[in-house]
């Protein structure tokens, strides 16, 4: 027990020293040359001209300045501008002092000038945005703040990006309370609540790799007006046509020791709350088994539309999530994240699919009337202790969902049924410890999990009559499926600083089981041909040595990281069914390169190149056919799949917080290198064969990226806008006939808002994009595609406004892709309280269908989804 208590003790031990460097304040005053006091001249200090800014401020109205500077530099770089007078730089002493600033007139003429307060300011590698400068009258959670800031942009489905990349952690005064779980929060915590939003450039989240390892992500730190903070957000309404009802209960607190988020939600409105518990999580380097779910059957589904769920969504949905974090020592968390999800979903729509081939082209026109259910248990227990010295994160997780899906298709000449049942539980525990021992730190990582999946898949009639039935029909064919994995990888290494280079061996290995029983019965009776079934078991083990260079020029505007794993891999396939087994063994080497160099304080400049060595998953190595939907039957009897992936890019960004400016630009390439060809049979009736052909091919990929916003202070104007083109090349079997299919597809996206006078308010968004798709030289489709969205609100009185908002979907494609909405809400804030009363008319031309096309590969899908029909919900929402 003593044994037991000690290891205990030690695994929670927490041990604090100061790496923080003495704070030095400079202060001075700013003069001209007549030594009138300057009043809001900018004062920035740096390491030296071309490095990030490590302090911020401006001269009040007697010129004075005071500037607090936490760096270790012996000398630091000083620069002072004001409108009319030259810059004034110059390097001085790290140490506190006191300066006086002489600014000389400049010859340009100069329009006049208005100096206001500061609403963005920089410290180092932290920008630090004030809410209350970009909070509009309609904001009302500190996602709508989010949006207007430049820089970062919230995509659809809630994900938060940067420059963009996506934000790699999104703290609460410095708390990771949501663990990648954070829409919750971005959703329902209140704008008023919030001071500052923070972006933590290049950060780094464990404390003990600040000064070893460089990141390139940046995080989201909100920072709360209080130090003892209670939130959040309740919801009720009430509508029409047919019944309607939401509620939402978002309390909140958060403390120092302390924080909270508590939700339940249900509404039959269309929205879909199952985003709020959606992780959005970044894996750490290494990290390569999860627990997520595998779909081996689906039934066929209708392609949702791409906008609000809240117009097409027919849903009855009930959410309940707890995430509480508790700080037990300085350091040391404990976290509970756990949620349940329970929803009833409907889908109604028509599409029409068309297959080319070489040779021919093949239509498949679907009505389509589903029923989903959907029963989803999540949670996530952690203990962390982020100290400086030392680090240690434990995360014990399991997944749990019993998830069935009713269908019906009508056709020309039949009518399909689809009976799908789908549970599913996984579990997993992750480890990681970082500690250190005399001059170097010491690494152990461990995942360890296993997860269970069973699927039913039902399908009347029959399907496939030629294969199963010698052409003749039948009534019902059945697919069974179980599966289930368990897996371990293990590491360990130490790291360690030589100068500024710092060098991380690790050794480890990995072993991952997988079991695959599938059966295939025709009107309740087993198939027993061995080409039907599958009783396959999947091991694969490796051992691995994977090296790791950093290097840190002593000015910190180089950042170089080198990869050099190298790992021998082991695979073993074996079929009870069948006597032959595949075996294969590799010994690979992965090197990856990554070069980070600032250009200057606004200017930054990255490059990457790396090689991968992907292997077949199972879910592309069974022999036996499997009965995947009603019109797709799969089998991959080949030798397991070898793909070399070589991949290269280089990226440019600048910001000037100053100036609210951020661009971006990035190229990447991607080169692909596969022994196995997948080959696609497709029959009159749109049913589709797939199988594996051993065949060396290749295929590569190029992608361009563009992006900037830009706030104008003046106008209280955010603009936006990034472009995308991608081109790729690659072989396909179809019909047996071998084809190189060229996919190109161009992507504009941009938004405005804008606040145009005290009584209106606009906001506009508007994506355009081309996708092209064709064999050789010769184009068989091009789709254009076109959004359009325009928000206005009008504010009669401050209290109370009405908003009108435009939405337009096009494609080129459909006769009737031509697609009209409008919605209408009146709010009316309670005054001296935090209450809002909104009355919202939705789909007021009352828009039946919705048309949309798309096309992928050598195939395109015009789809009708059937509409939430015009309606009307009224709201009671609180403030916490």
Known sequence: MDHFRQVFLFLISVFTISIGYSQKEISGQVFDDQYEKLSGATVMVSKDSVSSILAYGISDANGKFKIAVKNESDSLFLKVSYMGFSTFT???????????????????????????????????????????????????????????????????????????????????????????????????????AVSRV??????????????????????????????????????AGIGAAPLLWQTKVTPMIFTKKQQAIVTYQSNNTGSDVSGEIRNFSIKYAGENFDIDKKDWLSIQNVSAPPFSTERWLDNNVHLGSANILHRIKEDIDLKLNISYLNDYQQQDGVTQTRYFTPTDTIDVIENTNNDIFLSKLEGLLTLE????????????????????????IDRSNTQIKQQLDNPFFGIKNDLRLLRTLGKQLITFNSNTGFTENNQDLLVQPGQFEAIFNDGDSYGEIQQLVSSREIYTDNSAGFTKALGKLTISPKFGFSIQNQQLDTDILMEGEEVLEADFKNRTEFVQSSVYFKNSFRFKSKDETWNLRLSTPLEFKSFNLEDDNFEDSRNLDRLVFEPNFFVNKKISAFWEANASAGLRYNFGELQQLYYGFLLNGYRNLNRYNATISEETQQNYS??????????????NASYSYAYFENNLLYSSNIGENGTIILEAVARNNSFDNHSFRAGGSKYFRKLETTLKLNASYNLSKRQQLLNNTLAEVNMQSFNL????????????????????????????????????????????YFYPKDNQYISVSGEYYGNSLSEKGDNYFVNLDYQFTFPKSKMD??????NVLNIDEFINAYNNQYYYVESSYRLRPSQVLATIKFTL
Not at 393 to 398: A, P, T, Y
Not at 654 to 660: A, E
Not at 757 to 765: F, G, K, P, R, T
């Open 90 to 192: 110059k390097r001085i002493q790290n140490k506190a002092q006191t300066l006086e600033v002489k600014l000389s007139p400049s010859s340009e003429s100069l329009k006049e000038v208005i100096v206001k307060s500061e609403i963005l300011r920089q410290h180092g590698d932290t920008l630090s945005f004030s809410v209350a400068a970009y909070k509009g009258k309609n904001d009302r959670v500190i996602a709508d703040v989010l949006r207007k800031l430049p820089g970062i942009d919230i995509r659809p489905n809630g994900q938060i990006f940067y420059q963009d990349e996506p934000i790699q952690k999104y703290y609460i005064e410095g708390l990771d309370l949501l663990e990648g779980r954070y829409n919750v929060a971005n959703n329902k915590l209140s704008a008023e």
């Open 198 to 235: 923070e972006i933590l450039e290049n950060h780094q989240p464990v404390k003990v790799l600040d000064s070893l390892e460089f990141s390139e992500r940046a995080s989201i730190n909100i920072k709360l007006k209080k130090d003892v903070t209670f939130s959040g957000t309740a919801t």
């Open 385 to 408: 202790n982020n100290a400086n010295k030392n680090y240690l994160k434990n995360q014990l997780e399991f997944k749990g969902s019993w998830n069935a899906n009713r269908g019906l």
């Open 650 to 663: 280089g990226g440019l960004d600048y910001r000037n917080p100053l100036k609210q400016l951020f661009l």
């Open 749 to 792: 996206r941009g938004s405005v808002e804008a606040e145009i006078s005290s009584w209106l308010i606009a906001s506009y968004s508007g994506n355009f994009s081309t996708h092209t798709s064709g064999f050789e030289a010769i184009n068989f489709q091009q789709i254009e595609n076109h959004q359009h969205m325009l928000d206005l």
């Open 837 to 842: 009363l909104n009355i919202s008319w939705r």
